[in-house]
């Protein structure tokens, strides 16, 4: 064999044999889906339109979804939990596109309980990818949704019971009266007054029951990817607060020929880093979804020690993994053909 055949023989050997084996190994791995916290349901919903149903990846994620929407998954996602200051609930909730990066999403909506139905029609039919508000409400009215009262009897009490408190905790700062025993109105300190405020954010309450979010990514035979989240938010927020949840890169991010992460926790701090999208462009890099979290986590918490949250990932061959800070253990949930049923899954937490 001459010199140049026996070179282009090496080179087939370590190239393309490793593809095949890598190739090899991931049977059966795909389809998936796969969710933050043991939301059974949900996985089983976007699971049962994905493959029994057919349906694209965008079906199942809406489909798996909207049952935690319906379901008021933990009173912390869809109508009838968390109230603000004022006592209205508000939904965030977004959509993304892995193949093309187009992404919809609706923050602080308004009167519409469907919040995931509404951010797949943002990015199905406009060119933008964020709508907030009272005008989020009027789209969703426009494209055929109904309005209705999204507190509930349980919202109405929490609100009360938090009044009573003289509303605490809260998340003003730097104001007066005194947050930290008064209710509003608030007005600012004079620069004088003012002071760092240095409080523990865990005291705030933040974690399940309290600050939750569905975020959910599926992923098709053919490798698509989508990845998508939906929250009532944080209660006793401050109105008009929009959380990480409706980010692209913090609540929720795709990419097909990589993977897809989600985030759940404290969106306040969340949003400040792009942990999805950490996640996913260290896969891209070459590391596995645990690895990859865990640097999303930790480059957190090299600023914030007191933060609360987790990030779940999955490469586009369907490996999973998660990380998360701030719980004794964090539970999600995932099928995919070998699992064959929903399965929940924990990872202990940094702390």
């Not at 049962?48 to 912390?76: F, H, M, P, Q």
């Not at 980010?247 to 990589?258: D, E, F, L, R, S």
């Not at 880093?273 to 865990?294: C, E, I, Q, R």
């Amino acid at each position: 064999m001459s010199a140049p055949c026996f070179s282009l023989l090496i080179f087939a050997i370590f190239v393309f044999y490793p593809l095949s084996c890598s190739s090899q190994t991931q049977t059966g791995l795909l389809p998936v889906v796969i969710n933050t916290w043991p939301f059974t349901n949900a996985t089983a919903a976007a699971w049962n339109t994905l493959v029994n149903k057919k349906g694209s990846i965008y079906d199942a994620l809406v489909d798996g979804c909207s049952v935690c929407e319906i379901e008021r998954c933990d009173g912390s996602v869809g109508p009838g939990g968390s109230p603000d200051e004022n006592g209205e609930t508000t939904l965030d909730a977004m959509v993304m596109n892995g193949q093309t990066f187009d992404v919809g999403a609706v923050g602080c909506l308004r009167r519409i309980p469907t919040a995931i139905a509404v951010a797949r029609a943002v990015m199905d039919y406009t060119e933008q990818t964020l709508l907030v508000g009272e005008l989020a409400t009027q789209f969703a009215v426009e494209m055929g949704f109904k309005e209705m009262n999204l507190s509930s009897d349980s919202s109405i009490t929490m609100w009360k019971d938090w009044k009573a408190r003289n509303c605490q905790p809260n998340y003003r700062t730097n104001v007066t009266p005194d947050s930290t025993k008064n209710c509003g109105p608030y007005k600012p300190k004079s620069v004088l007054e003012s002071l760092q405020q240095t409080e523990n954010r865990r005291n705030k309450n933040i974690g399940p029951r309290n600050h939750d979010t569905i975020g959910m990514i599926v992923i098709d035979e053919f490798g698509n990817i989508t990845a998508g989240t939906t929250t009532n938010g944080l209660n006793h927020k401050i109105p008009g607060r929009v959380g990480d949840s409706p980010i692209m890169g913090a609540g929720a991010y795709a990419m097909n020929g990589v993977g897809g992460a989600v985030a759940t926790g404290d969106g306040d701090v969340m949003m400040r880093f792009l942990p999805s999208y950490m996640a996913v462009n260290s896969m891209l890099m070459g590391n596995d979804p645990t690895t990859a979290t865990l640097s999303a986590m930790t480059r957190i918490t090299d600023y914030y020690l007191n933060f609360v949250g987790a990030v779940v990932a999955v490469t586009h061959q369907g490996q999973y993994g998660a990380a998360c800070y701030g719980f004794p253990v964090f539970h999600y949930s995932v099928i995919n053909p070998v699992l064959k049923t929903v399965t929940i899954k924990s990872v202990e937490c940094l702390v």
